[in-house]
T-cell receptor
Framework: DAGVIQSPRHEVTEMGQEVTLRCKPI?????LFWYRQTMMRGLELLIY????????DSGMPEDRFSAKMPNASFSTLKIQPSEPRDSAVYFC????????????FGQGTRLTVV | AQKITQTQPGMFVQEKEAVTLDCTYD???????LFWYKQPSSGEMIFLIY??????QNATEGRYSLNFQKARKSANLVISASQLGDSAMYFC????????????FGTGTSLTVIP
């Protein structure tokens, strides 16, 4: 398996534009997690899915953020409209269901909103 | 309350020496998993080592070992014979079923290996 695949790797956009980040989890994994990493706030869990169903989205900062998982092999994180404070690295991770199962991380998307 | 606490924002170690990175956790679930990840300056998150709550022995993976003290709720990472390539951020994480089977990450420790 190729691992967790995120796209794009880098995104530069203007304030007010819509941004869509994409993630393909490892085949067979039950859980998918979206994280945001900044120097100020560290690694924050935004939302996670179990079997394509959102379980906890309490980490989503505002209504401008939304996430979907239409099927087991694809998830999106959308920011509309984007703001400079959204600039961060966004990670997607997937795992099996066991508490002993590790999270496999994608390479991350570095988002810059100017 | 924080589920995972890493109290060392930054650590320095001499090359070839051993170093311990601290991690304490909080859970009431008897079944949980503890993980350590490394994040070099290139940004990827690299899994290092895992310890299960029911494991009797401390986990080891090459130069990495986990000093698991269940009663104290600590899961410290020990890196032996430090190498320059060990310079990175290190994150401790926990997963339990009580809180929805998500991963809780600490704030990380930045390790610098000095030649």
């Amino acid at each position: 398996d190729a691992g967790v695949i995120q796209s794009p790797r880098h995104e530069v956009t203007e304030m007010g534009q819509e941004v869509t980040l994409r993630c393909k989890p490892i085949s067979g994994h039950d859980y998918l997690f979206w994280y945001r990493q900044t120097m100020m706030r560290g690694l924050e869990l935004l939302i996670y899915f179990n079997n394509n169903v959102p379980i906890d989205d309490s980490g989503m900062p505002e209504d401008r953020f939304s996430a979907k998982m239409p099927n087991a092999s694809f998830s999106t994180l959308k920011i509309q409209p984007s703001e400079p404070r959204d600039s961060a690295v966004y990670f997607c991770a997937s795992s099996l269901a066991s508490t002993g199962a590790k999270a496999f991380f994608g390479q991350g998307t570095r988002l810059t909103v100017v | 309350a924080q589920k995972i606490t890493q109290t060392q924002p930054g650590m320095f170690v001499q090359e070839k020496e051993a170093v311990t990175l601290d991690c304490t956790y909080d859970t009431s679930d008897p079944s949980y998993g503890l993980f350590w990840y490394k994040q070099p300056s290139s940004g990827e998150m690299i899994f290092l080592i895992y310890q299960g709550s029911y494991d009797q022995q401390n986990a080891t993976e090459g130069r990495y070992s986990l000093n698991f003290q269940k009663a104290r709720k600590s899961a410290n990472l020990v890196i032996s014979a430090s190498q320059l390539g060990d310079s990175a951020m290190y994150f401790c994480a926990m997963r339990d079923l009580n809180t929805g089977n998500q991963f809780y990450f600490g704030t990380g420790t930045s390790l610098t290996v000095i030649p």
